[in-house]
């Protein structure tokens, strides 16, 4: 149920506001909403662990960051907000850097629901049911490794997610399936020839809906990174 309140400045979209719950309960599923079709919308919701290889929603920080264009230009008035199951978090344009409209939470709710709306323009309704907590199980944080052997990485996950990444300190963001287990190649972490070097091995996890009130190339993410600190024990062979 989407509720609406009238301002002296702009129409100020509340989604799922009073309505039923399961609308921002996990499985709630995804909804590509409505609108004008007049937006371009690129959204993110990034929530990321507080603290290695968190294991609760409490235990992250969500930042929200949306761009919006029409006809190709910024568009810099009217409200955006993201509701999910902690309330509705009205965002802020960000006048001083990248034209973007941010905002940000304490933990992660996994299901959020995106309304725009500027003048005659809008896009509301978007939800997507984001992917839950992972949690890594092998290798053990801290634990030292080879790094010159191939490293099995596992994690534990509730659903399967829409695209997924592991970043290491060699590898970038390379993207792998979420099936909870990834055969880490031989030489993916930094080592030193004469002294233990810490890696941090990070798992990104993204769900996403292409909103059918926007135009095409829109599209709405909300994505959950963790991460672990392992040891490379010393590589005599370096140069």
Known sequence: MTVRFLTSAFVLSLAACGGSGSDLDPGAGDNPGGGTRTLFVEGRVSAEA???????????DTDFSIRILLNQVPVTTGTVTLTSASG?????????GEPRWTGRQNGYDEVYILDIESGPDNVHDV??????VHVFDKPLAGSTVDSTMPLQIDW???????????????????????????????GALQAEKDQPKENTIQLERNDRVLPAGAIAGSEFIVRVRNDITIVAAPNPLLP
């Open 156 to 186: 534990s996950r509730g659903d399967t997610a829409d695209i997924a990444s592991i970043d290491t300190g060699v590898l970038d963001k390379l993207s792998i399936p979420d099936s909870g287990t990834y055969m880490l190649a031989a």
């Open 88 to 96: 509705q978090f009205p965002l802020a344009f960000n006048v001083d």
């Open 127 to 132: 939800r997507v049911d984001g992917p839950d």
């Open 50 to 60: 507080r603290l290695a290889n968190a294991r609760v929603a409490a235990e992250f």
